[in-house]
T-cell receptor, first 111, second 114 residues
Framework: EDQVTQSPEALRLQEGESSSLNCSYTVSGLRGLFWYRQDPGKGPEFLFTLYSAGEEKEKERLKATLTKKESFLHITAPKPEDSATYLCAVQAVGATNKLIFGTGTLLAVQP | SAVISQKPSRDICQRGTSLTIQCQVDSQVTMMFWYRQQPGQSLTLIATANQGSEATYESGFVIDKFPISRPNLTFSTLTVSNMSPEDSSIYLC???????????FGPGTRLLVL
């Protein structure tokens, strides 16, 4: 069964303290892995799509990497405005575009 | 990316009633999806809304409980029927880009059933 597990469930950082969020996945065949950011009371905001092991993508203080079993979202020198829930999702080959989500990591960055 | 709006943004309903949620996109899209996000749980796909044909439901979701309409390429509705407190959740629509891999989400509808 296709599955996504995110860790940690919650993370508290000081401003400027870099860290990484983990997304482990089990899927029959990976079509794509997706990272989203979700602020309270809002819908998920798309961040990155990764398609194959070794691929990396960056946006401001965020960098997403992908291996055959997991993905990391690296946050460099975070700011309080980076506080949000970060969601990981996978799409399997032949799954007609269905996204399978993890339960997310709640990130709090303190000034 | 497309701009997606949902109505209502939130509602409080009595058990046994039904609520219809609207999703409007500012451009024509082939693929539209409906997800549920229950408290403390991950987003779960309810169904794919197909234009001109019946929606395709995921395991555990049925048309009688969650009827979906897709009259054109910019609009869809999801009805939550005969509601119970277990239906309290955030309901989100999303649209697929290109071949549909990347999905963009609307702001969600927060439903509380008493």
């Amino acid at each position: 069964e296709d599955q996504v597990t995110q860790s940690p469930e919650a993370l508290r950082l000081q401003e400027g303290e870099s860290s990484s969020l983990n997304c482990s996945y089990t899927v029959s065949g990976l079509r794509g892995l997706f990272w989203y950011r979700q602020d309270p009371g809002k819908g998920p905001e798309f961040l990155f799509t990764l398609y194959s092991a070794g691929e990396e993508k960056e946006k401001e203080r965020l960098k997403a990497t992908l291996t055959k079993k997991e993905s990391f979202l690296h946050i460099t020198a975070p700011k309080p405005e980076d506080s949000a829930t970060y969601l990981c999702a996978v799409q399997a080959v032949g799954a007609t575009n269905k996204l399978i989500f993890g339960t997310g990591t709640l990130l709090a960055v303190q000034p | 990316s497309a701009v997606i709006s949902q109505k209502p943004s939130r509602d409080i309903c009595q058990r046994g009633t039904s609520l219809t949620i609207q999703c409007q996109v500012d451009s024509q899209v082939t693929m539209m999806f409906w997800y549920r996000q229950q408290p403390g749980q991950s987003l779960t796909l309810i169904a794919t809304a197909n234009q001109g044909s019946e929606a395709t439901y995921e395991s555990g979701f049925v048309i009688d409980k969650f009827p979906i309409s897709r009259p054109n390429l910019t609009f869809s509705t999801l009805t939550v029927s005969n509601m119970s407190p277990e239906d309290s959740s955030i309901y989100l629509c999303s649209v697929g880009s290109g071949r549909g891999e990347t999905q963009y989400f609307g702001p969600g509808t927060r439903l509380l059933v008493l």
